[in-house]
């Protein structure tokens, strides 16, 4: 397996950390603004993201290879409002789903199954991923500054567990 591949992997790994601290600073910035449904949310995306991290872990040592965490930089705290705030997670969420493409591209290259086979879901999941905030970025558009689709739509986001 080539280092590019290898130091892929534990790069993504910290990726998906970097990630998870990007989503529970803006879950804060939402528990700020008294949207408890959205920063919800953004609690839960952060929790599925570390468990993404620590499932790099578990396959880098599974196939003998060892993880260091990286400095995380100070992530964004102030947002231009919710739907400025959800657009920024779905064009993070694209360049997650750049890097897990790139990397299972250089999977195929080498011919390395098994983490072609570890990085096929997380291909699939990106499909998912993309769906979701596509979708709640749709919603906050329309429903804009309106209060009472505001207070639906924290309804809504306050459900996910
Ligand atoms: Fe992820």
Redesign the pocket.
Known sequence: MSEKLINGLKEQFNF?LE?GYLYLSMSAYLKGKDMEGFANFMFMQAH??FD?AMDFYNFLYAIDEEVEYNAIEKPKNKFDGFTELFKEALEHEEL?TQKVEELYGQSLEEKNYKVSQFLAKYVNEQVEELDTFRALVKKFERVGENWNGLYILDRELSMRK
């Open positions: 998906e990630s599925e993201e993404h997650v």
